[in-house]
């Protein structure tokens, strides 16, 4: 049984294979607002002085680290259904539980690039912010923040690589994601290598087109003016980092 | 002069992990008035001005703005710190003027001046642009507005955050050491800026090691050391004819 490109070509373009990576790709980018917003929280928490804030985001992500992502979606799909009646209505697709399920446990990691982003930025900036009048949360939003993010973004890139990945952990819990759909076309075929390897050819531009993204947010924040690029150019000046003359 | 001092500073004390930097220092300011503070480092210069700049509160001691008490008050015969929200509100009559100019180096230099304008004072982004347009053409920067803190040459950084403070109008301008983080040649236009600053009737208080600025510019010299003033003169008398030991000591230092 040899490499038959024609099956193989079938899959690449069937709605079936195009539908489990939209899948794919929706349940990384919620979980990975979910754990943004969560590991935001969490890192704020991890940083105050308040002990009462810090011993809650500590225990969640020693939590959340230690716990397999794969564990964590069959208690959300299964456990929880059990515990919770609310759960097995309707809405609760497999869908929202690996968003949620994954979330969760990303949001631990999420927490630790935030919280070093956030330290990363000089304490100067926050003392100009202060010093103009500026309340602690708007600091935190017009000055901190946006410096941050520019350190956040790169590892978080990764992560939401990772996340979609990781996607496919959910095929234990019945999503119909990219690997899952090939799986169950390997099921009935038999056609190991064709089905395969429509998957790595979607996986793989997936990722390339995820870090093309990334690159182009990057860019926009570089913080320089474009009259100065060009002008610099032919210079390739690097900019030196704030306060050093 | 007569009319009440537009800044008091009464037996203000500061303590850092038991190390006692401030130890009851006191002066007055006049308004339009120019008092350049000298001393070794580690002395506590900078730590007053970060006090009266209401960013760090005192352990003791008052703070009075044109007569009126800021950063702390009295309560059931106890000094109390206000609220982060009455300080926000205290600072903006303050400007801080940093060593390392801690621009917000992702914005270009004209937002850096707007920043205040539109987040603190509510000021429209339109009308907001105007003003710190206007400020920057004060310090020479307005064919900079657009260029971000990392294409900008130190001096030039100190100057966009010159005008960052002026631009919210405020009653005390205080300078820590603003020109000791800048190469030699680019120290001069800062102080200009500054100096002219005071020919405009700003009230200013300059943390700083130039001692020329501080003869030319300033009306009143102050040495600092130990966490006390330990001299307060006019320039001509500070430098000629100062009356302690530890004053000639360290003049025979800088000169």
């Not at chain 1, 208690?75 to 809405?91: C, E, G, S, T, V």
């Not at chain 2, 040649?185 to 501080?214: P, Y």
């Not at chain 2, 000629?240 to 025979?252: A, C, D, M």
Request: proline share 4%.
């Amino acid at each position: 049984m040899l490499f038959d490109s024609n099956i193989f070509f079938a899959q690449l373009v069937s709605v079936d294979y195009m539908r489990g990576a939209a899948l794919s790709v929706a349940v990384a980018i919620v979980s990975l607002i979910l754990a943004t917003v969560i590991g935001f929280f969490m890192a704020v928490g991890r940083t105050a002085k308040q002990p009462y804030l810090r011993a809650p985001a500590h225990f969640y992500v020693w939590f959340f680290r230690a716990i397999p992502a794969l564990l964590v979606l069959l208690i959300m799909w299964n456990a929880l259904p059990q515990i919770i009646p609310a759960l097995r209505a309707d809405w609760f697709s497999p869908f929202i539980a690996a968003s949620v399920g994954l979330g969760l446990v990303e949001a631990a990691f999420m927490s630790e690039i935030i919280r070093s982003a956030l330290l990363s930025v000089d304490d100067g900036q926050g003392l100009a912010g202060r010093a103009l009048g500026m309340s602690p949360a708007k600091v935190m939003v017009k000055v901190v923040l946006p410096q941050a993010i520019r350190i956040a973004l790169p590892p978080t890139g990764n992560e939401f690589i990772g996340l979609v990945k990781y996607s496919s952990l959910a095929s234990v819990i019945s999503l119909r994601e990219l690997l899952t759909t090939a799986q169950v076309g390997v099921n009935i075929t038999f056609r190991y290598a064709e089905y395969y390897a429509a998957a790595i050819v979607y996986y793989l531009v997936i990722v390339s087109i995820l870090s093309i993204l990334q690159g182009l947010l990057e860019k926009k924040f570089a913080w320089t003016s474009k009259s100065a690029k060009s002008k610099k150019s032919t210079e390739a000046t690097v900019p030196a980092p704030m306060g050093i003359s | 002069m007569t009319q009440q001092p537009i800044l008091q500073v009464r037996d203000l004390h500061k303590t850092y992990n038991g190390n006692q930097v401030l130890k009851g220092v006191e002066f007055d300011i006049e308004k339009g008035q120019v008092k350049a503070v000298l001393g070794p480092s580690g002395s506590g210069k900078s730590t007053m001005l970060r006090l009266m700049a209401l960013l760090e509160p005192a352990d003791s001691g008052q703070i009075l703005l044109k007569g009126s008490r800021i950063g702390s008050r009295e309560h059931k015969g106890k000094s109390v710190h206000l609220s982060e929200r009455t300080l926000a509100i205290q600072r903006q009559e303050v400007g801080m003027v940093f060593q390392r100019f801690n621009l917000f180096p992702h914005l270009s230099a004209v937002r850096n001046v707007m920043l205040g304008l539109t987040s603190v004072k509510g000021i429209s982004h339109h009308e907001a642009r105007i003003q710190a347009r206007d400020m920057l053409q004060k310090v020479g920067l307005d064919n900079r507005a657009d260029h971000y803190p990392s294409e900008l040459s130190g001096g030039q950084q100190q100057r966009v955050a010159i005008a960052r403070a002026l631009v919210m109008n405020p009653s005390v301008m205080l300078f820590d050491e603003p020109t000791s983080a800048l190469d030699p040649e680019l120290v001069g236009e800062v102080l200009e800026v500054m100096e002219n600053l005071a020919e405009s009737g700003m009230t200013m208080i300059v943390v700083t090691h130039e001692v020329r600025f501080a003869r030319r510019v300033a009306n009143e010299v102050t040495l600092f050391d130990g966490g006390v003033i330990v001299e307060q003169a006019e320039p001509e008398e500070f430098f000629t004819n100062p009356q302690h030991e530890r004053t000639r000591k360290f003049l025979s230092h800088v000169h």
